[in-house]
């Protein structure tokens, strides 16, 4: 982690630190409790990998509300490199896995130290993060990684994710260690069922029944006839028979073996408990969801996340004056969003009309490659300004007038 080594901080001797009240349990991560789950690790991926779909911009609104994406350090690190080991879509895909695995994720961003522009972005997976504050009420955070290093950094220098915020007054989770004390619950009844279903396939591959050989043999006698009583069941299964010959010394006897398996019902209640927690449907989890489907995910579980990431990033990033003067940060949607070829058809109609969207625009939606001139904007003539509306009427009339008199 040698990434702090170029950021200059002040200093404040560990002696003039307290702990934080009722913040004294540092921030323990448990994303290894709930990673041994296969569909945990779906359900982070579904959400992980739609959100990164969403394109980072540093825009700044006019007046009029119109929005001009802004160039510089900033732009350059959000659209094309975050640092030198992630892309975009690797940024917010790990950003994500982070706040889903540990229900926080802390972004710390790298600045040049002569020029203090902007370098890198850096999402931090510590061990433990502890919260601590100086002897004049500056909040710090203590972070301690799996390679023994420890660095302490003021929390307004990191940018920080938080899911199911509300009882800790930093972290979200359920308490200071950001634990997923309720779907640890449901996961070990689902593994206890699942560890059932797995017994009872083995219970079936177990003895069926008992061969009985009346007489007093030696063992190497014993031996011979289970060899035998072995060659005649193959010979059996390669004939396709359900007789095996026995001679009048053995005797089988079958046991009954009747495994219980988990209705599936229960299994898919359990599940759907699972999926629940993380906001995914079956239909999403499946990759197997129509255009309403799809919609109410976006719009339940990655539209929130969208929105405190750019929230976050602009807060960190920018400056009191940028962000009073109309800069931000913002995620969008336009690759993201899933809506059948007809939707996509009427829209288009619609926001063509309209004059909101350029024909290339509109080749985008429809997957097509722009063409050139295609960056004008088309406007239907059934369409009229509204401040004018009233102007178009009476002319109307006025016309209309006119033509009455000419008949008389």
């Not at 959100?51 to 350059?76: P, T, W």
């Not at 706040?99 to 902007?118: G, H, V």
């Not at 059996?236 to 019902?265: C, H």
């Not at 949607?333 to 070829?341: P, T």
């Amino acid at each position: 982690m040698g990434i702090f080594k170029r950021k200059n901080k002040t200093q404040v001797p560990i002696a003039d630190f307290n702990f934080l009240n009722k913040m004294n349990i540092p921030l323990v991560p448990f994303g290894t409790n709930i990673t041994n789950s296969d569909v945990v690790m779906m359900c982070i991926d579904r959400i992980a990998s739609q959100c990164a779909k969403l394109k980072m911009s540093y825009v700044k609104r006019g007046e009029k509300g119109e929005q001009k994406e802004k160039n510089g350090d900033i732009s350059f690190v959000l659209k094309h490199r975050p640092n030198e080991l992630m892309t975009p879509y690797q940024f917010i895909y790990k950003s994500v896995t982070l706040l889903m695995l540990n229900n926080n994720c802390f972004i710390y961003p790298l600045y040049d130290k002569e020029t203090y522009r902007l370098k890198a972005l850096y999402p931090l997976n510590p061990t433990i993060v502890e919260p601590v504050i100086d002897s004049i009420g500056g909040l710090f955070l203590n972070f301690y990684f799996e390679d023994g290093k420890k660095y302490l950094l003021p929390y307004e220098n990191v940018m920080h994710l938080k899911r199911f915020y509300g009882k800790d007054e930093i972290y979200g989770g359920t308490n200071a260690k950001g634990e997923h004390s309720a779907l640890l619950k449901t996961l070990k009844i689902n593994d206890a069922l699942l560890q059932g279903v797995e017994g009872a396939i083995y219970s079936s591959f177990q003895i069926k029944g008992l061969l009985k050989i009346n007489g007093m043999l030696k063992e190497s006698d014993k031996q011979k006839q289970i060899d035998e009583f072995n060659r005649l069941l193959e010979k059996s299964i390669q004939s396709k028979s359900s007789v095996i010959p026995l001679d009048s010394k053995a005797e089988y006897t079958p046991l009954t073996n009747d495994p219980k398996l988990i209705d599936s019902d229960t299994l898919k209640f359990i599940q759907s408990k699972i999926l629940d927690y993380f906001g995914v449907s079956q239909e999403i989890l499946s990759n197997n969801y129509d255009e309403n489907q799809f919609n109410a995910f976006y719009e339940s579980t990655i539209e929130p996340i969208a929105i405190q990431i750019s929230e976050v990033l602009s807060n960190g990033l920018l400056t009191n004056n940028q962000l009073e003067n109309g800069e931000e940060i913002i995620l969008f949607s336009e690759r993201l969003q899933y809506a059948s070829w007809q939707t996509k058809v009427n829209a288009i109609e619609k926001l063509m009309g309209l004059g909101i969207m350029s024909l290339n625009e509109s080749r985008g939606i429809l997957g097509l490659e722009p063409v050139e001139g295609g960056d004008k904007r088309l406007q239907s003539l059934n369409y009229v300004d509204a401040t004018k509306a009233n102007k178009y009427q009476v002319n109307e009339d006025d016309s209309s007038k006119k033509e009455d008199e000419n008949d008389e």
